[in-house]
């Protein structure tokens, strides 16, 4: 774990070790594999992770999640924040896409599972929501034991508070009540995981991830089982933390 002052600073040392993770799987297999999360909180890791100079054309890319019919040009599509912050920016070899909107959701979800299982995935991008959840695995279908990579989700209403909260939709009633999600056993398979979660409002959400029972009442709290897991705090999203925890953090100035 390790605690920074602002986001700014969080941004840029989880952005070097994400770097690091592609370099050397390029290294070792010629190609890397990554799960980009999207949403506000990514946004200084990803915006500091597309000036590091890769060999991007190595690089293959893969989203989370999308809300259900949903095209790939709205505003709030996670389809349209990758394209926009990630593939257009460094040109990766390959990116691929969850099609909230497919005609058959049952096909989609099985083509992206497959896609996701074919080969290692390097490294997963996981951030904390205010609930708990991650990628879309909100604590009431979230199972560190799913049989599936892919799911189809309904979002609890907290979720759709904070898409409504962090400026994506107009109000709680505009945001989907659905969504296709990556489980929490399809996040797991990444060898690495870098957790950037910034921000005073996901403390308590970091103090139950952390400090509380590991349990899918938190599906944050799973990082705690995976062996190479980088959880990056600021100081307002570690502000609840133990003295205990806190001490145990590398925390830079």
Same mark, same amino acid.
């Given at each position: 774990m390790h605690i920074y002052p602002d986001r700014a600073a969080l941004g840029a040392a989880a952005a070097e070790r994400a770097a690091q993770v592609l370099s050397q799987a390029i290294e070792k297999r010629q190609k890397a594999r990554v799960i980009v999360a999207t949403g506000n909180s990514q946004l200084p890791l990803v915006e500091a992770l597309v000036q590091h100079k890769l060999n991007w054309n190595a690089v293959e890319i893969f989203h989370m999640d999308e809300y259900v019919q949903m095209k790939a040009d709205h505003p709030a599509s996670f389809r349209l924040w990758i394209r926009t912050r990630v593939e257009e920016k460094v040109h990766p070899g390959k990116a691929n896409y969850l099609a909230g909107d497919a005609s058959d959701l049952d096909a989609e979800m099985?083509?992206? *599972?497959?896609?996701?299982?074919? +080969?290692?995935?390097?490294?997963? =991008?996981? $951030? =904390? $929501?205010?609930?708990?959840? @991650?990628? =879309?695995?909100?604590?009431?279908?979230?199972? #560190?034991?799913?049989?599936?990579? /892919?799911?189809? @989700?309904?979002?609890?209403? !907290? *979720?759709? &508070?904070?898409?409504? $909260?962090?400026?994506? #939709? %107009?109000? @709680?009633?505009? /945001?989907? %009540? +659905?969504?296709?999600? /990556?489980?929490? *056993?399809?996040? =797991?398979? !990444? +060898?690495?995981?870098?957790?950037? /979660?910034?921000?005073? &409002?996901?403390?308590?959400?970091? &103090?139950?991830a952390l400090e509380g029972p590991i349990s899918e009442s938190c599906p944050a709290s799973l990082v705690r089982r995976h062996r190479h897991a980088d959880v990056y705090l600021d100081a307002e999203s570690s502000s609840l933390l133990s003295p205990a925890i806190r001490g145990a953090a590398v925390t830079r100035p």
């Open positions: 099985k083509r992206y *599972s497959q896609l996701l299982n074919a +080969e290692p995935i390097d490294l997963a =991008f996981v $951030g =904390f $929501g205010e609930n708990g959840h @991650i990628a =879309f695995n909100d604590p009431h279908v979230a199972d #560190f034991n799913d049989p599936a990579t /892919v799911k189809l @989700i309904t979002l609890d209403d !907290a *979720s759709r &508070r904070q898409q409504a $909260g962090e400026g994506h #939709f %107009k109000d @709680i009633d505009s /945001v989907p %009540k +659905e969504a296709m999600t /990556v489980t929490c *056993s399809g996040l =797991f398979r !990444a +060898e690495n995981w870098v957790c950037c /979660v910034p921000e005073r &409002r996901k403390a308590e959400a970091v &103090r139950n």
